[in-house]
Structure formats: C-alpha cells, structure tokens
C-alpha cells in the first residue's frame, strides 16, 4: 500500500464545508474492499440542554498537530489509506465538524483505522468548540479528549 506519507492522502483544517464524498474518494483505491467513514455532525443538544449553534477555534498549530496525528495512524495500521479533515469557525445544526475516511482491503482494519483516528484527533488537536444554548446561556468546551 506504500507508506505513511502516500497512504495519508488528507488532512486538514478549515473554514470551508467538509463533505465526506470528498473524503471517500480521497482514500479510493482498487485494492481497498472496505471505506469506513465518521461524520461529526453537529447537533442540536448537549447533556440535556438544547443547542442553537457554535463555533470551533482552532489554534496556529491545529493543521500541523492534525497532520501528525494522522500520518501517525497511517504508520499504526500499514495497509490503509486515510482522509480527515476539521473545520473551525462558526458551525450551524447539522454542519460536518469533523470528518474522516479509511479504507483498507478489509474491514476490520478500516474500523480499527478510523475509530483511533477520530479518537486521536479529539485527543490531541488544540481545536475548542463554544456551543450557545437555547436559554441563552454558552459554555467553552475542550474538543481536546
């Protein structure tokens, strides 16, 4: 499948709308059975307080730390091919936040692929997300773990 740096085939930060097409067709290949895919969607709720809108930060160094971590990931799992991006600025209901694409000649290795990869984005990328509530109130929240 070649290594890391070819396999990783996007990742970015960004103002502009993510679409997870994009994504699936960054990562096609014809030795590739299997795309997995996650869609962070914003939503309209937050632990029982309903949400109007929000709006991502992200820090100078989001777009270097989110390609680290992804080519990371492409050197954890060697047969796959991966795709992720994060938007940062003002986000309404129903947006893409974060979106990811992998594929790999099976399944299981896609799955795997794609969960440690959302999982190490929330983790590690310094991007912060402030949601305003339907009762007027907001709250800053740590994208980060």
């Not at 960004?14 to 795309?35: H, K």
């Not at 099976?106 to 305003?132: G, M, N, S, T, Y």
Request: with cysteine.
């Amino acid at each position: 499948m070649g290594e890391a740096a070819e396999r990783l085939r996007h990742a970015g930060v960004t103002t502009a709308v993510i679409e997870v097409a994009a994504m699936v067709e960054a990562v096609a290949d014809p030795r590739c059975g299997a795309v997995v895919t996650f869609d962070g969607v914003v939503r309209d709720h937050d632990e029982g307080r309903g949400v109007t809108a929000l709006t991502y930060t992200a820090h100078p160094s989001a777009q270097e730390v989110l390609a680290q971590v992804a080519h990371g990931i492409a050197e954890r799992f060697p047969d796959v091919r991966l795709a992720v991006a994060h938007r940062h600025g003002p986000l309404a209901i129903g947006d893409s936040a974060l979106v990811a694409a992998v594929a790999a000649p099976h399944r299981k290795a896609a799955f795997a692929a794609c969960d440690a990869l959302v999982d190490e984005v929330k983790a590690q990328v310094p991007i912060w997300k402030h949601q305003r509530f339907t009762d007027g109130t907001d709250e800053w929240v740590g994208a980060l773990g």
